[in-house]
């Protein structure tokens, strides 16, 4: 196994990590400033508030995004299962 091969591998690990998640990521993002904006305007300071959307938000995302997660986990697990032999030399 050489350098190469190892440093391909870790970057594909990174990218397929980063695009899994980037979306529930950004989507916690977004709400949590929606959720900050709407209690600095109206001056509430509930611990809860924050939460429950951004919960909401993120299983949303979940089964919209979910099939092509895992479509892009199942192709990268093939990936890295294609190319053992290649690498076991």
């Not at 990590?17 to 709407?38: M, N």
Request: glycine content about 4%; aromatic content about 6%; hydrophobic content about 60%.
């Amino acid at each position: 196994m050489t350098p190469e091969t190892v440093m391909t591998f870790s970057h594909d690990a990174m990218r397929v990590t980063l695009l899994l998640a980037a979306p529930l990521l950004l989507v916690a993002l977004v709400v949590g400033l929606v959720v900050s904006l709407f209690q600095a305007a109206t001056q509430i300071n509930e611990s809860t508030l924050t939460f429950i959307p951004k919960l909401a938000a993120v299983g949303l995302t979940l089964v919209i995004a979910g099939p092509w997660m895992l479509t892009t986990m199942i192709d990268y697990m093939r990936q890295i299962l294609m190319n053992i032999p290649n690498v076991a030399n």
